[in-house]
T-cell receptor, first 111, second 111 residues
Framework: DAGVIQSPRHEVTEMGQEVTLRCKPI?????LFWYRQTMMRGLELLIY????????DSGMPEDRFSAKMPNASFSTLKIQPSEPRDSAVYFC?????????FGQGTRLTVV | EDKVVQSPLSLVVHEGDTVTLNCSYE??????LLWYKQEKKAPTFLFML????IEKKSGRLSSILDKKELFSILNITATQTGDSAIYLC???????????FGDGTTLTVKP
């Protein structure tokens, strides 16, 4: 298995633009997590899905953030409109039981 | 709310030293405790601990969990410069495996 696959690896966008981050979890894993990591706030859980259903989105910063999981092999995290303070590394992780396995992350820079 | 506290926040040692990293937690419906190593990119999975008193070992790294006192330690013996990284502790609850991360311990191993 190739592991958790995220795209793009890097994204630079202008303030106000829409940004879509993509994630393909490990096949067979039924939980998927979106995290954001910054120097100031560390690793924060934004939202997680179980069997494609959002279970807890309390970590989503505000309405500008939305996440979907239309099927077991794909998820998106969308920011619209983006702001400079959204600049961070966004990780997707999946789990089939106990441990979460992370993708390589998307480094987002909003200028 | 689940909580994970790691100590120390940072540590500088010389090659050959032994280090102990600490992780204390509060979690409802404990399922597992996880240790990750993060270098420049995504966290990589080290250990999953579910039972008290059973040491997990991988090379120079070992970890143990105390579910009564709600903490875990990660030991690294004969440290090498390649051990320099952020070490993250996370606890997973039974609610679809949601993980809460600590702020991490930044370990720097000098030659």
């Amino acid at each position: 298995d190739a592991g958790v696959i995220q795209s793009p690896r890097h994204e630079v966008t202008e303030m106000g633009q829409e940004v879509t981050l993509r994630c393909k979890p490990i096949s067979g894993h039924n939980s998927l997590f979106w995290y954001r990591q910054t120097m100031m706030r560390g690793l924060e859980l934004l939202i997680y899905f179980n069997n494609n259903v959002p279970i807890d989105d309390s970590g989503m910063p505000e309405d500008r953030f939305s996440a979907k999981m239309p099927n077991a092999s794909f998820s998106t995290l969308k920011i619209q409109p983006s702001e400079p303070r959204d600049s961070a590394v966004y990780f997707c992780a999946s789990s089939g039981g106990f441990g979460a396995f992370f993708g390589q992350g998307t480094r987002l820079t909003v200028v | 709310e689940d909580k994970v506290v790691q100590s120390p926040l940072s540590l500088v040692v010389h090659e050959g030293d032994t280090v102990t990293l600490n992780c204390s937690y509060e979690v409802t419906n404990f399922r597992s405790l996880l240790w990750y190593k993060q270098e420049k990119k995504a966290p990589t999975f080290l250990f999953m601990l579910t039972s008290s008193g059973i040491e997990k070992k991988s090379g120079r790294l070992s970890s143990i969990l105390d579910k009564k006192e709600l903490f875990s330690i990660l030991n690294i013996t004969a440290t090498q410069t390649g051990d320099s990284a952020i070490y993250l502790c996370a606890v997973s609850n039974t609610n679809a495996g949601k993980s809460t991360f600590g702020d991490g311990t930044t370990l720097t191993v000098k030659p």
